[in-house]
């Protein structure tokens, strides 16, 4: 079920009336059995998957609870529960690696070793990264103590399987999340509308903005040697297509998860006005960096062979280089791990890594950054070195989504040869190229005007939530004639400014 379809309009809508409808007690129960609904609507078998990592978590997690409560030996304690959060993190880690990774294995053994493995067909539930990733958290908060376990199965179910959030996140934490779901919800009038405008916003940047952009995108990678000198234009509607789609994918879960007065956690912070990297991540998918962070990047800072590998470093390089190169070594861990999670190929691994390096480079010579911007003397105040920034970060930004988008990793190279010796913008007005479906000069210019019309509106948008105004809150303050013409607007957008099919394809994030 879509969530561009009216089937699931229908659904949310069906699932909200009846939230507030049913006794409040009873409310964490309505959303669990609509949740289990609409996951099962996608097929029975893949609902088993979901069954069970929840109930992998939820026993894990009460037995991991336990055994720090009633072994009265801690050392015999913590290796009990080490056990079994490592059996839990070992099954349902490992379903997910067989059924996303095992034929990026077999094809990787074949190039290297010429066997002839074959492709084996394996059944991939929708979103399991996202609620594999969202159990697993819990379980290692249950553990390190940050968490207590959820006694209460069905209550479990619905933060594993909360169905809004279910196939593209945000990954949510059970010490945000979990009371949230489970308490009752009052209805608020001014909620409701602040969500329906979530919602709506959501859609007009999916449906007007990034599926338009998504004709030029898969015309132009799709074929790379036909469109030689579009690269730079192919790179550049996929940045707006990616930023759209999935930011507005967030926003209509986070609307959603707005009517029924739930809070869930911002994924997205204006990412393009990100000065560096590491800000960039600091502002994109931000609850899968927090994640990474948290799961990932401190434990592996934190271990016994870092420390050994940090004295040897102080040791080898001195104070400063003995600090640094521990945390640089942890996040190419970070984003090997990142590139990974993106996907089966060599092009997501190489795409991870690209920014980890960035990022761990940036590490090594910030010192030197600091005396340079002083002998220069470049104030981190100055607007011209901020915007200087902005867009350094963002041509760095589009380098790694040619990594992301291409068919591989040599056709990504190629893409950017084409970029900086063929470039070209006249190839998408000449007589006889197609875009996508739709072809000629008259739908170019119009899909174009459309998406630079699309992108204006988010920018100010973006300015001014940068500046810290509450749009959605200025919003709900304004004459209800003012409100009604804002939602006719959106309303009337998604048809007249989408596909010239009148058809969106779902989120691209939907299949994770």
């Known amino acids: 079920m879509s969530l561009v379809s009216m089937e ?45 990592t929840t109930l992998t978590s939820y026993a894990a997690g009460i037995l991991v609870e336990q055994a720090a409560e009633k072994i009265p030996d801690k050392k015999k304690a913590k290796r009990r529960g080490k056990q079994v959060l490592a059996s839990a993190l070992l099954l349902n880690f490992g379903i997910l690696g067989v059924l996303k990774y095992t034929n990026f294995a077999l094809h990787t053994v074949n190039g290297l070793f010429g066997t002839e493995f074959g492709s084996l067909q394996f059944l ?8 594999t990733f969202q159990s697993m958290g819990y379980l290692l908060d249950v553990y390190w103590g940050r968490a207590k376990a ?14 809004p959030q279910i196939l593209q996140g945000p990954i949510g934490r059970f010490s945000a999340l979990g009371e949230q779901l489970y308490a009752s919800h009052p209805f608020d009038g ?41 690269g730079l234009m192919g ?59 948290d799961y990932v990047f401190y434990p592996v800072t934190l271990s016994g062979w870092m420390k050994h590998f940090s004295k040897f470093a102080k040791k080898a390089f001195g104070k400063q280089m003995g600090r640094t190169l521990p945390i640089c070594l942890a996040n190419l861990i970070v984003f090997f791990v990142v590139g990974v999670w993106h996907g089966a190929a060599w092009k997501f691994i190489v795409y991870g890594l690209y920014n980890g390096l960035i990022i761990a480079f940036s590490g090594l010579m910030a010192p030197a950054y600091r005396n340079w911007k002083k002998a220069l003397h470049i104030s981190d105040k100055s607007r011209a070195f901020h915007l200087f920034q902005m867009a350094r970060t963002f041509v760095l930004v589009n380098i790694s989504w040619f990594f992301d988008r291409a068919e591989d990793v040599p056709t990504a190279v190629l893409m950017m040869k084409n970029t900086l010796r063929r470039l070209d913008f006249r190839q998408v007005l000449e007589p006889g190229i197609e875009i996508g479906e739709a072809s000629g000069t008259t739908f170019t210019v ?28 200025i919003f709900t303050r304004q004459h209800w004639l003012v409100k009604a013409a804002v939602y006719l607007c959106l309303i009337l957008a998604l048809p007249v400014l989408g596909q010239p099919s009148g058809e969106s394809g779902g989120f691209i994030y939907a299949q994770f």
Request: with cysteine.
């Open 150 to 163: 959820e006694h209460h199965l069905f209550r479990f179910a619905l933060f594993v399987s909360f169905f």
């Open 124 to 131: 991939l539930p929708l979103g399991i990264s996202f609620y």
């Open 235 to 293: 790179v550049l509607m996929y940045s707006i297509q990616l930023y759209c789609d999935f930011s507005g994918g967030m926003d209509v879960v986070i609307g959603i998860g707005e009517l029924f007065g739930i809070h869930l956690d911002e994924n997205f912070k204006r990412p393009y006005f990100a000065v560096s990297i590491t800000d960039f991540w600091h502002r994109w998918h931000i609850t899968l960096g927090t994640w990474m962070k």
């Open 190 to 230: 001014k909620r409701i509308e602040r969500g329906c405008l979530r919602i709506l916003w959501g859609y007009f940047k999916k449906m007007a903005i990034a599926d338009n952009a998504v004709i030029f995108v898969d015309a132009i990678f799709g074929n790379p040697e036909l469109y030689d000198g579009l």
């Open 8 to 52: 699931f309009l229908l659904f949310a809508a069906a699932a909200v009336a009846g939230y507030y409808w049913i006794p409040k007690r009873c409310q964490w129960m309505w959303l669990l059995l609509f949740s289990y609904i609409y996951y099962a609507s996608g097929g029975i078998r893949v609902t088993c998957f979901l069954l069970f």
């Open 446 to 473: 119009v899909a174009l005007g459309v998406i630079l019309g699309g992108c204006l509106l988010l920018f100010a948008v973006s300015v001014l939530q940068e500046q810290g105004k509450d749009l959605a809150e």
